[in-house]
Nanobody, 122 residues
Framework: VQLQASGGGLVQAGGSLRLSCEVS????????MGWFRQAPGKEREFVAT????????YYADSVKGRFTISRDNVKNTGYLQMSSLKSEDTAVYYC????????????????WGRGTQVTVSS
């Protein structure tokens, strides 16, 4: 399973971005997805996760109410819609996948994509 994240960029505080995570090598419908981020000098941290069918989601407290995770199993793509962005959201964002169950720990996930940089200017 290969994952490719895209959609990062430079945005002003208060703005929005949508990240995409395209999955290849298998059908997305068999995998829960997660998004993590890593700021310079910090550990990679959990952002959001979504179950197989997309009707169950969990978020880190720091992004709850501002970010929305979703998926399109037909397109084999996951998404992270980010709104009301803050400077502290600046990080490299990674998408990840694991069979069946959602997870919030980095160790839960077997498959990872390369990150996409999100920079929020204040």
């Amino acid at each position: 399973v290969q994952l490719q994240a895209s959609g990062g960029g430079l945005v002003q505080a208060g703005g929005s971005l949508r990240l995409s995570c395209e999955v290849s090598g298998d059908t997305l419908s068999g995998y829960a997805m997660g998004w993590f981020r890593q700021a310079p000098g910090k550990e990679r941290e959990f952002v959001a996760t979504i179950n197989l069918s997309g009707d169950l989601t969990y978020y880190a407290d720091s992004v709850k109410g501002r970010f929305t995770i979703s998926r399109d199993n037909v397109k084999n793509t996951g998404y992270l819609q980010m709104s009301s962005l803050k400077s502290e959201d600046t990080a490299v964002y990674y998408c990840a996948a694991r069979p069946r169950l959602v997870g919030s720990r980095r160790s839960d996930y077997k498959y990872w994509g390369r990150g996409t940089q999100v920079t929020v200017s204040s």
